[in-house]
């Protein structure tokens, strides 16, 4: 069975920097996207950044230049490094693989102002 587990969430102040890290198990996964989506309270899950299998990255515009994502195929591992996090970042960032979809739990991301 396919599992992602996401850690490294926390509450940090307007400014600052956080890393997130996203655990696959079950299964290979380096020939596949893996990404992270989040959801604030109140508003739809969106797309936060994605990486495929040849490294190629894509970001949403309202992060792109301030989080960069990361993949370890040896490890099944992906990270997103976020930072000059703002308050609007706050929200629950789940971790995301292609194929099969699956997603993560989440990991709470709180950014004060």
């Known amino acids: 069975q396919v599992q992602l587990v996401e850690s490294g969430g926390g509450l940090v102040q307007a400014g600052g920097s956080l890393r997130l890290s996203c655990a696959a198990s079950?299964?290979?996964?380096?020939?596949?996207?893996m990404g992270w989506f989040r959801q604030a309270p109140g508003k739809e899950r969106e797309f936060v950044a994605r990486?495929?299998?040849?490294?190629?990255?894509d970001y949403s515009e309202s992060v792109k230049g301030r989080f960069t994502i990361a993949r370890n195929d040896a490890q099944n591992t992906i990270n997103l490094n976020m930072n000059s996090l703002k308050p609007d970042d706050t929200a629950l960032y789940y971790c995301?693989?292609?194929?099969?979809?699956?997603w993560g739990q989440g990991t709470q991301v709180t950014v004060s102002s």
């Open positions: 995301h693989l292609a194929f099969p979809d699956t």
């Open positions: 079950g299964r290979t996964f380096s020939s596949y996207s």
């Open positions: 990486i495929d299998s040849n490294l190629r990255a």
